[in-house]
């Protein structure tokens, strides 16, 4: 078992990898925003991938600083929407098949395992917040 130091340096290092992974989640969305041809349609959901898909890291770095378990839930819930709607759009982009490049459907199926792979990292984090008698490993609460 280990000590209360100890999971607390695991759980913050668990959540600084966390947080990595939604920034790197971000830019690869950012790259893949501007790979999007330049029709209406490629325009308007570039926009879209853009806002839902740079969203989480942000947000989730907000949810580490909340003032509460409660703002900690409800910006870990925000996070958890933007992915899934990222998620969506990446399957409108495929199956729209507005990139036509044999290289960039590759990078759009490791975006959509790597939305799929954070929504229950994101659950996970949440359940086990839940647990915690308000005190809330990954805020500043003390």
């Known amino acids: 078992m280990q000590s209360g130091i100890g999971r607390a340096t695991d759980i913050q290092s668990q ?4 947080e990595e992974r939604l920034i790197n989640y971000a ?6 925003s501007a ?11 570039a926009g879209q991938i853009l806002r839902s898909g740079t969203s989480p890291g942000p947000n989730y ?8 378990h409660a703002d900690f839930i409800h910006k870990m819930r925000i996070v958890l929407k933007e992915l899934n709607e990222t998620s969506i ?7 729209s098949e507005l990139i036509k490049s044999k290289l960039l459907p590759t990078s759009l199926v490791k975006l959509m395992n790597c939305a799929d792979s954070l929504r229950p990292l994101s659950k996970l984090r949440r359940q086990e917040n839940q647990s915690t008698n308000d005190k809330c490993p990954m805020t500043n609460d003390k």
């Open 35 to 45: 790979s999007l041809p330049k029709t209406a349609a490629g325009r308007h959901i």
């Open 15 to 18: 959540a600084n990898a966390l």
């Open 89 to 95: 759009w990446l399957r409108v982009i495929e199956r």
């Open 27 to 32: 830019v690869r969305i950012v790259k893949l």
């Open 61 to 68: 770095g907000e949810a580490r600083g909340a003032e509460s």
